[in-house]
C-alpha cells in the first residue's frame, strides 16, 4: 500500500507519522526541497502540483492520494485530476469549501442553531479577530477597546469579529459518509500566548454530558454538509456551554496522533478503510466507553539555552524531522535534534496509565532535557497573558 501525501509541512508530518504506523510506503510530494516532512518519507518529489496531467502521471502508482495542504490551487488540480477518475483522493472539496472560510461556516452553524462567540458589534469587548481563510492561529488577535481596532475598510468581508470567549478548548474528529458517521475521541488543547495549540491531552477530562453533547453536535454538522472523510471540530467550555469556535472538513494535525496513542485509532488506516476498501469506518463504541491511555502531545523549541513550551508553528518550516524513540523520556519525538545543536524543534510523545503518570513522566523528560542543554530559561505561557499555567504534578 503506497499512500503520496501532497505537502510536507504541519498536515504532511502528521500523514506520513500515522501512514507508518498504518504500515504504508509513503511517496512525499512538495515543491520545497527540503520542507519539515521529507526525512519521514520512502520516496520524495520535489513537483509543483500545478497541471492535472502532470500530476496524475506523478500519481499513477499511488493506492491513495492525500492533500496535505491548503493551496486552492493545488487543491483544485487534485480534485480535477480525481473527477476524472485518474485518482482516489482522500479529500472532500464540497465540505472543505465550507470550513476553509470562517465566514461560510458561521451561516451553516447559524441554520442549525449551534451557539458560536456572539458577533460584534452586538457584543462587548475583548472581541477576537480571524482571517476568514486563514488556518489555525495565523493572524488572530484579540482587541481589547475600540482604539485598538485595525482601521482596514475591508475587515467586515475578509475577517470574523466575535466575542472572546474564554474557558477551557477541545477538539473532535468525526469520520464517515452520510447516515454513518463515527465520532472520535475528544482531547484538551492548551493555547500559547498567540492562540496557536501548544499541547493536546487525552483523555480530555471532559464529563460524559458535553462529551455526548459534543458528539451530536458533530455528527449534525457532518451531515449537514454531507462529509465523506474526516472533519474537527474545535469548541470552547463557557459557562457550561459548548460555543463552536471552527470547523476543519481536512486531516488535522497534531490530535490525530494524540488520539492514536491514547485509544489506538489511526485515522489514515481509517481514511484507507473509507475511500478504498469498504466505505465505511471501523464500527464500535463510542470512544467515551473506552478506557484510554493518558496521553501529552506538546511541542518544544531549544534556542540559546532557553527550551519554550510552543504552538506547532515552532514546528512549521523546520529542517527535515525524523522519529525518535524514548526521546529523553518521552515515548516517541518528531525533531530535528543533533548532538551538539543548540538550536533544534521537537514534537513529544508521553504516554501512561493516568494523568497522573503522563504529567510526572512529562516533566521528568522536560528536566532531562534541561540538564543535558544545560537549559537557563523556561518558558510556557498561556493566551493573552504572557503567564505560566498552573504546575502540574
Known amino acids: 500500500m503506497m499512500i503520496a501525501v501532497i505537502g510536507g509541512n504541519l498536515q504532511g508530518i502528521e ?134 481596532f485595525p482601521p482596514e475598510p475591508d475587515m467586515p468581508e475578509k475577517y470574523v469579529i466575535q466575542s472572546y470567549t474564554p474557558g477551557p478548548v477541545y477538539s473532535l474528529e468525526v469520520m464517515g459518509t452520510p447516515g454513518a458517521y463515527r465520532p472520535l475521541e475528544v482531547v484538551a488543547l492548551e493555547m500559547d500566548a498567540v492562540f496557536d495549540c501548544k499541547r ?55 490530535t490525530p496522533s494524540a488520539v492514536y496513542w491514547s485509544t489506538g485509532l489511526n485515522m489514515m488506516a481509517e ?22 491511555r493518558a496521553v501529552i502531545y506538546e511541542h518544544i523549541q531549544v534556542r540559546k539555552k532557553t527550551l519554550a513550551v510552543g504552538g506547532e508553528h515552532l514546528m512549521s518550516g523546520a529542517s527535515p524531522v525524523t522519529v525518535r524513540t524514548d526521546f529523553f523520556g518521552a515515548d516517541e519525538a518528531v525533531t530535528n535534534y543533533r548532538p551538539k545543536n543548540d538550536d533544534w524543534v521537537a514534537t ?3 504516554a501512561a496509565s493516568d494523568r497522573r503518570q503522563v504529567w510526572e513522566k512529562r516533566n521528568a523528560a522536560i528536566a532531562a532535557i534541561r540538564r543535558h542543554c544545560r537549559i537557563a530559561q523556561y518558558i510556557d505561557d498561556s493566551p493573552g497573558t504572557g503567564e505560566k499555567p498552573e504546575k502540574r504534578t
Open 348 to 350: 513529544l510523545i508521553f
Open 15 to 148: 500523514a506520513a507519522y500515522l501512514s507508518h504506523k498504518a504500515g504504508w510506503e509513503v511517496m512525499l510530494i512538495d515543491r520545497r526541497p527540503a520542507p519539515p516532512a521529507a526525512a519521514l518519507c520512502d520516496r520524495f518529489e520535489q513537483f509543483n502540483v500545478s497541471s492535472p496531467g502532470e500530476t496524475a502521471r506523478l500519481l499513477n502508482k499511488a493506492d491513495l492520494v492525500l492533500p496535505a495542504l491548503e493551496n486552492r490551487e493545488a487543491l483544485n488540480v487534485l480534485t480535477t485530476c480525481a473527477r476524472a477518475g485518474d485518482l482516489p483522493l482522500a479529500f472532500d472539496p464540497s465540505a472543505y469549501a465550507v470550513s476553509s472560510s470562517k465566514i461560510r461556516s458561521n451561516r451553516v452553524f447559524d441554520s442549525l442553531g449551534i451557539r458560536v462567540p456572539a458577533a460584534w458589534p452586538g457584543c462587548g469587548f475583548p472581541v477576537m479577530i480571524k482571517p476568514d481563510t486563514a488556518s489555525g492561529s495565523e493572524g488572530v488577535r484579540v482587541i481589547q477597546r475600540m482604539a485598538d
Open 200 to 254: 493536546v491531552v487525552a483523555p480530555s477530562g471532559l464529563s460524559p454530558d458535553p462529551v455526548h453533547r459534543f458528539e451530536q453536535m458533530a455528527v449534525t454538522l457532518a451531515e449537514a454538509l454531507r462529509l465523506k472523510g474526516l472533519m474537527d471540530l474545535e469548541v470552547i467550555l463557557n459557562d457550561g456551554r459548548l460555543v463552536l469556535l471552527e470547523i476543519d472538513a481536512r486531516l488535522p494535525s497534531q
Open 271 to 292: 481514511m484507507g478503510n473509507l475511500f478504498l476498501d469498504s466505505g465505511k469506518v471501523q464500527s464500535g463504541k463510542a470512544f467515551r466507553d473506552h478506557r484510554p
